[in-house]
């Protein structure tokens, strides 16, 4: 958090002042905006805030929704993978059918499916936005 | 040492243990943590059954990604992350942005709430409530939780140019709405 950090860089330039730079004049924009809140809004989401009671639950429920939040996880896990490696074996298999059928269809299959990777790892490389980050 | 650098080191235990994987000190931190992340999400979302909705599912998410938190941040601040995405995931989903429309009726269940604590609730409540969420949400992460722009920008998925204008916008939307309130509240009570 880098609450009020504006403010200590405005002191520090408090000397030189007599023409605003745009930074300057950028500090001092946020710091309006920052008053303006505070007299607007602040004093009533305070008091507010301290009024919200919630019913937190006890330390035992809590534990009960991790240790079952767990086991959902893991089993939605399992049925993830079965279904790769399903899915997996049914490729795998097809493929072993078509090498024996003909070696240019095999080919032809591998080489086309190769192909679509680059492009689809390629287009994703692209798009980096849109991609989020849970670890802070 | 001090009580303060007693308790802070006791929490950095804590959070240690829940990354290495002890449910029991999972279930600590975020029952400690619960308050404030109701009190974030109410504020935010101004409706008090999608709090509790998102209140649940960022613990859920919690749950599951506690192996990926990486103390660069704090535990609280993660949790506002997740939960911040996870209400503008919601938004996004036009099915229950339609499901949310009753706002009116959210904010009213909250002015009761409010009233039944004996808290004033004032204009200037309403008048964020009015807002729209992607207008509330930069303006109670910048001016009330006091986080960065960049924080907000990543959380929001979008250019720090755009946090400032929604910032600045939001700003004057707000004046403007409590400046017609009070004109309306002379109009009638002169």
């Not at chain 2, 613990?59 to 601040?77: C, D, G, V």
């Not at chain 2, 409530?129 to 001016?143: A, M, W």
């Amino acid at each position: 958090m880098s609450r009020r950090s504006g403010k200590s860089i405005l002191n520090n330039c408090k000397e030189d002042r007599q023409i605003p730079s745009h930074e300057q004049q950028g500090i001092s924009d946020e710091q309006e905006r920052e008053a303006l809140f505070q007299s607007l809004a602040e004093e009533p989401l305070n008091q507010w805030d301290h009024s919200i009671a919630p019913d937190i639950p006890s330390l035992e429920s809590i534990s009960q929704m991790i240790s079952s939040h767990k086991e959902v996880v893991r089993s939605r896990l399992w049925r993830d993978l079965l279904l790769l490696w399903g899915i997996g074996s049914f490729i795998i298999t097809g493929l072993m059918f078509v090498l024996y059928s003909s070696l240019q269809v095999f080919l032809f299959v591998q080489l086309g499916t190769l192909g679509a990777a680059g492009l689809i790892l390629l287009r994703a490389s692209f798009r980096k936005e849109g991609r989020r980050k849970w670890t802070h | 040492m001090t009580s303060v650098e007693l308790q802070a080191e006791e929490s950095d235990a804590i959070i240690g243990q829940a990354i290495r994987g002890d449910e029991q000190a999972l279930a600590r931190l975020l029952r400690d943590h619960y308050a404030m992340l109701y009190r974030y999400l109410l504020k935010v979302t101004m409706n008090k059954s999608m709090t509790e909705d998102l209140v649940q599912d960022t613990m859920l998410r919690a749950i599951e990604r506690i192996h990926t938190f990486q103390r660069k941040s704090k535990f609280s601040t993660w949790l506002i992350s997740i939960g911040t995405r996870l209400y503008i995931d919601e938004m996004r989903k036009k099915k229950r942005e339609r499901q949310w429309q009753n706002d009116e009726q959210a904010l009213q269940a909250i002015r009761f709430d409010a009233a039944m604590s004996n808290t004033e609730w004032h204009d200037a409540l309403d008048a964020l409530g009015k807002l729209s969420y992607d207008i509330r949400l930069p303006i109670l992460l910048k001016y009330y939780y006091g986080y960065a722009y960049e924080e907000i920008a990543q959380w929001l998925n979008i250019p720090i140019g755009t946090v400032k204008s929604r910032l600045h916008n939001g700003l004057k939307q707000l004046r403007k709405e409590l400046n017609s309130d009070e004109q309306t509240q002379r109009q009638v009570y002169p």
